[in-house]
């Protein structure tokens, strides 16, 4: 089974490097969403040094901005805080769009060629995964690398390092290997393009923006906030921001860390099983 | 005794329970034979190819292939079978010799084993020189050889070829049932395939079904489907003269005649020896032929007397199309 994935994967992933204009649109994606947007905002300008013509104290508006800056976990600027919240919007977006491959497959009577051969339906499934969860990580590492070129952009706390790098890497591979499952298998689930893209649309954008992948939990109305703490998008952003801010973590804070990695472990599984479960039906004989 | 490599009873597919695309056929082929489904598009061949392939289930009836069931068994099917679909389906973004390692993947060749396999398909389907180069490159005819290449890798047992000569020219056409004949005759290996080309089935398949709507209408080898026809027919002109109706009539191996002014049209059951009888009536009586000429029968005939006067192929008065789109809305 392993073979055929990864036979298949290969096919798809092949065809993707002898393309790399490929890439761009993810790219260009991450690039306005960090350039454009996220320079565009700094929470501590909204900080007022005065107000109708009385100076507030210095003292004060250091405590306020300092504050706010807690709300935003700590991150030196905006674009250090919206850094994890755009690499879950382009892993999510990346799976869940990679799936119109898989549907022009079916169309192109290609899946048919796999299903009469003799390979397991959960290589076929997983093959979808696995090509769609490389590129989307590709893209990701892009991501967090353009973030930290800009100008004025992402800012590591010290002690920053490669167990750090390490610790990301698995919170967005797990986050999106989960909800790679259950994107591919609504892909092998539909019969058209368009039906995808509703479908994906649907769940995709809610997921991202009932997250604190673009604003703190600390701005969020209590129902939403009851919604967020549990979105994998948010455990998923959270971590990756407390990796980046704090280089070195307190005995708390890897105890969180410990706990919100094995939530993405749970869900990853969770959601892969569900994902393959609906494949199977989808993959049977029509 | 040779053994039969399929075995359909009542083979019947409903989509949701309104469309049946196939419906309670039966049929058999031997091991080693060249077997064709006949029949106009939307007659239900591509979905009895899909029911035996295991892409599509059975609403009724039971199939075995190689001597598997393809309900209970699919995983064993899958192994034996090599399927070259109507589709295009090679990938376009790689080369010719990619696909086809892919496919011997898929098919578990084993490594030391594939090298020499793929060299010796793209030699006998002359793709050596196209091999290195992108499928997106190649010719419609080219494209169907890539594909027989890669429903070959594995050696199965039996091939299924849902329409291998569609869109293609003739010349091209003619070098594909070279091909098709060549692994038939010298290579042993059993051959299904559907065709809406008469002369294809003709010139390839040792026994043919004609199929519409779904069901069997005839069986049997193309000379056998002729037979059935009647003989040839001669017509012979003469420059006038009495009425020869009766006396043609009498002779032994003629089996029926009919009169149209000086115009004698004669089926005969054996034409060797009825020609020279019929010659011999005519020139006894001193007269002369204007025109004469024998036509045999062809499976064009037989094809239309079948399934009626419609043929659907490509033209607007057939709902083959219409037929496609439900099935393809209700799967």
């Known amino acids: ?286 | 005794m040779k053994t039969n490599i399929i075995e359909a009873k009542n083979l019947t597919k409903t989509y949701k329970k309104t469309v049946k695309a196939v419906d309670h056929i039966s049929f058999s082929v031997e091991e080693g034979e060249l077997f064709g489904f006949i029949g106009p598009n939307g007659a239900g061949k591509t979905t009895t190819i899909k029911m035996l392939t295991t892409l599509a289930s059975l609403t009724e009836g039971e199939a075995s292939v190689v001597g598997y069931d393809v309900g209970k068994n699919p995983a064993d099917v899958r192994k034996n079978i090599g399927v070259v679909p109507q589709e295009f389906t090679a990938d376009d973004e790689l080369k010719g010799a990619e696909n086809l390692f892919l496919s011997a993947k898929l098919h578990h060749v084993p490594n030391d084993a594939v090298r020499k396999k793929a060299k010796e398909l793209l030699e006998l389907l002359e793709l050596e020189d196209a091999a290195q180069r992108q499928v997106k490159t190649y010719s419609g005819g080219m494209r169907r050889r890539l594909q027989l290449a890669m429903g070959l890798i594995h050696e199965p047992k039996i091939l299924f070829l849902d329409e291998p000569t569609l869109g293609l020219d003739i010349q091209t056409r003619q070098k594909m049932w070279t091909y098709i004949r060549e692994l038939n005759h010298e290579r042993g290996i059993t051959v299904f395939m559907t065709t809406h080309y008469l002369e294809e089935a003709d010139s390839l398949c040792d026994r043919i079904s004609i199929i519409d709507a779904g069901t069997i209408k005839a069986s049997g080898s193309p000379p056998q489907l002729k037979e059935k026809l009647g003989g040839p027919i001669l017509t012979l002109r003469l420059i006038d003269g009495v009425d020869l109706t009766d006396l043609l009539r009498e002779i032994q191996d003629v089996s029926e005649v009919a009169k149209k002014g000086q115009s004698y049209q004669i089926k005969l059951a054996k034409p060797e020896l009825a020609i020279p009888q019929i010659i011999e009536v005519v020139t006894k009586r001193g007269l002369k032929i204007s025109d004469i000429t024998l036509v045999k029968p062809t499976l064009d005939q037989v094809f239309l007397q079948i399934t009626g006067d419609m043929m659907r192929d490509g033209s607007a008065n057939g709902d083959w199309f219409g037929q496609r789109v439900l099935i393809e809305r209700l799967k």
Not at chain 1, 125 to 142: D, E, P, R, T, Y
Not at chain 1, 197 to 207: D, G, M, Q, R, S
Not at chain 1, 255 to 268: F, H, T, W
Request: net charge positive; glycine share 8%.
């Open chain 1, 1 to 286: 089974m392993f073979a055929d994935t990864f036979a298949l994967t290969a096919r798809s992933l092949k065809k993707w490097i002898r393309n790399p204009a490929a890439i761009m649109p993810g790219l260009f994606m991450a690039v306005f969403w960090l350039a454009l947007f996220g320079s565009s905002f700094n929470p501590l300008n909204l900080v007022p040094t005065q107000i109708g013509g009385i100076a507030l104290s210095p003292v004060l508006v250091e405590q306020i901005k300092s504050a706010m800056n807690s709300v935003f976990g700590g991150a030196a600027n905006y674009i250090t805080f919206l850094t994890a919240g755009i690499i879950s919007f382009i892993v999510i977006i990346n799976m869940a769009y990679g799936g119109i491959d898989i549907v022009l497959d079916r169309q192109l009577g290609y899946l048919n060629s796999l299903l009469s051969a003799p390979i397991s339906r959960a290589s076929i499934f997983f093959s979808g995964v696995m090509q769609n969860f490389v590129k989307a990580m590709f893209i990701a590492a892009l991501t967090f690398i353009v973030a930290v070129l800009l100008p004025n952009g992402l800012q590591f706390g010290t002690g920053f390092g490669a167990l750090n790098l390490l610790g990301i890497f698995i919170a967005f591979g797990l986050l999106t290997f989960g909800f790679g499952c259950l994107f591919t298998a609504l892909a092998f689930s539909v019969k058209n393009v368009d039906s995808l893209v509703a479908i994906v649309n649907f769940l995709a954008f809610p997921l991202i923006f009932m997250s604190s992948a673009i604003f703190p939990l600390g701005t969020f109305p209590s129902w939403l906030k009851g919604i967020a703490e549990v979105n994998p998008i948010t455990k998923a952003s959270e971590t990756t921001r407390m990796l980046i801010v704090n280089g070195n973590l307190t005995p708390t804070q890897l105890s969180a860390l410990a706990g919100n990695m094995i939530y993405l472990a749970v869900v990853a599984v969770v959601l892969a099983t569900i994902g393959y479960l609906i494949a199977r039906k989808a993959l049977k004989a029509e």
